[in-house]
């Protein structure tokens, strides 16, 4: 099962387990991560999924979709590698996955 790396602003990270077919939301969700929220359920409509996705995977994860991209143009805390990691899914060759929680979010 991948695994995923999220490392709060402060250094401290989590690692957890990320079933193939679910998102880098829930899993941070299931495992009590602090600062992801996921309050629209994993439906792209609340932005409380925030991430910044570690360069070295940004090849893989890929870029921000559409729905995605509306969501969160307008965050003071957007980055080039932000993402909203209910729109990850997981899948093998995620494994690894190395995720940062912005500033403020915990
Ligand atoms: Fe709402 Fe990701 S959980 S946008």
Request: proline share 7%; with cysteine; charged share 20%.
């Amino acid at each position: 099962m991948p695994k995923i790396r999220f490392i709060e602003h402060d250094g401290t990270e989590h690692v957890v387990d990320a079933p193939d077919g679910s998102s880098a939301m829930l899993a941070a969700v299931n495992n009590g991560v602090p600062g992801i929220d996921g309050d629209c359920g994993g439906i792209c409509a609340c932005a409380t999924c925030h991430v910044y996705v570690d360069p070295a995977w940004i090849d893989i994860t890929g870029r921000r979709g559409e729905q995605e991209e509306s969501m969160i143009t307008f965050s003071p805390i957007l980055e080039p590698n932000s993402r909203l990691c209910c729109q990850i899914a997981m899948r093998e060759e995620l494994d690894g996955l190395v995720l940062h929680l912005p500033v403020g979010q915990h």
